[in-house]
């Protein structure tokens, strides 16, 4: 089995196999039929509104990969009981989470069980795990929400809290929405090497000025949060699936490249070693106000590059894109 079924087997196979809401209703006449053209998935969609408009209930039936039917399957579950306000703003963070492929994080607390369908700290964990490297795991949810991922990934690795996770670590890895920057556990961090995946995608974490007008770049707000860290980006321009597939050992040509950067030579360095051990060449683009570079919507964005490209395409990233 492949890591990237690793990650999604227990839910797919779960909602795949018993979709929650799954039979369409009498009782219930409003229903919207939607087919997708290229791959051919379709779903046929009812919602029954409460007296005071929220979603009481959603039923549905479709055909289609076993992805959609997780996916149709956990969106009714989280639907019920919510406004339509609510509703439209998980659709929302759910719809990026999946476009992106693993390069944001999903947002547990909007998305519930549904955030397990993406995202890099996973990925990084297994990673980590393969190495030899001892690993606290920590969500906002809890850590008995993460008890099949610690079965999976063995002895080496355990749940615990954000604050017990980050007092146990050496290295932290941080992979939240920015929305959640401030709720990082600060004093447990500091003096720490702590390793930034993360990405701005407005539609999730809303406009931030400083960001759109290319003042700042996320890793220096994650900085700014975390003041007596080390802060070095990590892992944010690539697909959260081909942490664990794309690999190769040292000195294999064409070996793929990811970029770094850091204020700090230890966390950079650290960041180097690390990528070498997952099967990753390093490219050094500077400071953290250099990060920039390596985000969204520049050309070294989750494509496939060795060291030369991921340089030439470092230098011919524009600030505002």
């Known amino acids: 089995m492949s890591d990237l079924q690793s990650l999604y087997q227990e839910l797919i196979l779960d909602h795949s196999r018993t979709p929650h809401g799954f039979g369409l209703r009498e009782e219930i006449p409003a229903q919207s ?3 997708n053209p290229t791959c051919g998935d379709e779903i046929t969609l009812q919602v029954h509104r409460s007296a005071d408009g929220g979603v009481e209930a959603i039923a549905w039936e479709g055909h289609g990969c076993a992805i959609s039917q ?26 990026e989470a999946m476009r992106s492929r693993g390069t944001i994080e999903p947002d547990e607390e909007l998305l519930g069980d549904a955030a ?7 990925q990084v964990a297994r990673v980590a795990v393969a190495n030899g490297y001892d690993v606290v795991i920590a969500n906002s949810r809890g850590p008995e929400t993460l008890a099949d991922l610690v079965a999976e990934l063995g002895p080496r690795a355990k749940a615990a809290t954000a604050e017990e996770a980050a007092a146990a670590a050496d290295v932290a890895v941080v992979t939240v929405p920015l929305h959640a920057i401030d709720q990082l556990p600060a004093a447990q961090l500091a003096g720490k090497i702590v390793l ?9 974490d809303g406009h931030i000025e400083a960001l759109d007008k290319g003042e700042t770049t996320t890793s220096e707000l994650v900085q700014a949060q975390l003041p007596d860290s080390k802060i070095a980006k990590a892992f944010n321009h690539i697909y959260a699936a081909e942490i664990t597939t794309d690999g190769t050992a040292a000195g294999t040509p064409n070996r793929r490249a990811l970029a770094t950067a850091g204020d700090d ?7 180097t070693r690390f990528y070498d051990e997952a099967g990753f ?3 050094n683009v500077g400071p953290l106000s ?31 894109p």
């Open 70 to 95: 997780a996916s149709a399957s956990l969106l009714a579950e989280l639907a019920e009981g919510l406004t339509v306000d609510e509703l439209e703003v998980r659709i929302a963070a759910f719809r």
């Open 265 to 271: 030579a230890e966390a950079v360095a650290f960041v």
């Open 196 to 204: 930034d995946t993360n990405n701005y995608y407005f539609e999730r």
């Open 116 to 122: 397990a369908l993406g995202g890099v700290s996973r």
């Open 290 to 320: 250099e990060s920039w570079r390596v985000e969204r919507d520049r050309p070294a964005y989750v494509i496939r590059q060795n060291a030369e490209e991921l340089a030439a395409n470092v230098a011919r990233a524009n600030r505002l």
């Open 281 to 283: 060449d390093t490219v």
């Open 33 to 35: 039929h939607q087919l």
